[in-house]
């Protein structure tokens, strides 16, 4: 939701091509805002979804690339699955408050803010605040790239281990979560 975020109220660096090395952390750092995890009560998927991505249209790729896309992350064809329209996710958004910089830019009141996110950016979410008190969950993989140590951390033990760089932590209240994420990094 971060990258969603900076990208639908352009907050991204204006770049065609992606950095040569990965750094989750020095991009999330240069980004005005960090996401707790965003959950729902009800989940649904819809029925997977087979699609093709033609690599030397899309990519423009050699052929030794080309001749490697039976396997791994080049595959050719691959499966998706969506969200149905309806389903409402909760979670926090830290950092400066994006709904009154987008009022400010528009010079109206902004409730909603849509971002595009997902493969492709294919998906679409409407981010809307709530005055419902909720619990959000962080993930401690993120904890511990901004030099955390989940793992002597009470408030950042693991409920949710789904993968190596997602793991959920407890349901805490949203003022202990900005606590923490604030020890993290300033915004």
Known sequence: MSYALAGALGALAPSAALPQQKDYRRDLEALPWLCSAFETRNPRLMPAIGKRLNLDT???YPKKIMDATGTGNLKTWFYIQEVPPGIRYYGAIFGPDPF??????EGREVDEIIVRTGRH???IVSLTRTDKPIRIRLNAHTAHLFGADPAQ??????DVFALYDIQLTHAMELQQAADIVGRWRTF
């Open 153 to 158: 951390d009470p408030d950042m033990r693991v």
């Open 58 to 60: 899309e990519g423009g």
């Open 121 to 123: 950016l294919g998906g």
């Open 100 to 105: 009154r910089m987008a009022s400010k830019i």
